[in-house]
Each structure stands twice: as structure tokens, then as C-alpha cells.
């Protein structure tokens, strides 16, 4: 059983309290346009980001779309230049 440490030496030190400056969760979620597609892939694709996906605790749904958004991000920068 672990000691319970008691701290009753020295002063205590004044408190006040802070103004809660916090979000609500509701708020803190993102919220994008998303479009539903259906994609078929070479099965070694999948399987490749389904391996990757595991070892990095993510879904490979999640990576393939990040990987999709920033290409389309970076060429779409490019072709504005």
C-alpha cells in the first residue's frame, strides 16, 4: 500500500480563481465538407495502409484521406502560383 503523503508544512499559498477561457467539446470538433466516395484500390494498397495504419494506432481510411487532401492541396497551390 502506498504511503499517503500529508503536506501541512509551510504556508499555504493565496489561490484565486481563473475565469474558465475554454471552448466547449462541441466546439473544439472541426467540422468540413466531406464527400462520401466510393474508390476501388489495388488490394496491396490497402493492405499496405492497413500495416501502416496499425503500427501508427490510426485508421488507414485516415491516412488515405490525408494523403489524398494534401496532394490535392499542394497541386492545387501550385497551379495558382
Do not use: C, W
Not at 40 to 60: G, M, N, P, R, W
Amino acid at each position: 500500500m502506498k504511503k499517503k503523503l500529508n503536506y501541512t508544512e509551510g504556508p499555504a499559498a493565496e489561490f484565486r480563481v481563473v475565469k474558465d477561457f475554454l471552448p466547449p467539446p462541441d466546439q473544439l470538433v472541426l467540422k468540413e465538407d466531406n464527400v462520401k466516395v466510393t474508390i476501388a484500390l489495388k488490394k496491396s494498397s490497402v493492405e499496405f495502409f492497413k500495416k501502416e495504419a496499425k503500427e501508427q494506432h490510426t485508421s488507414y481510411q485516415k491516412m488515405i484521406r490525408q494523403l489524398i487532401d494534401r496532394y490535392a492541396s499542394h497541386y492545387k497551390n501550385t497551379k495558382s502560383a
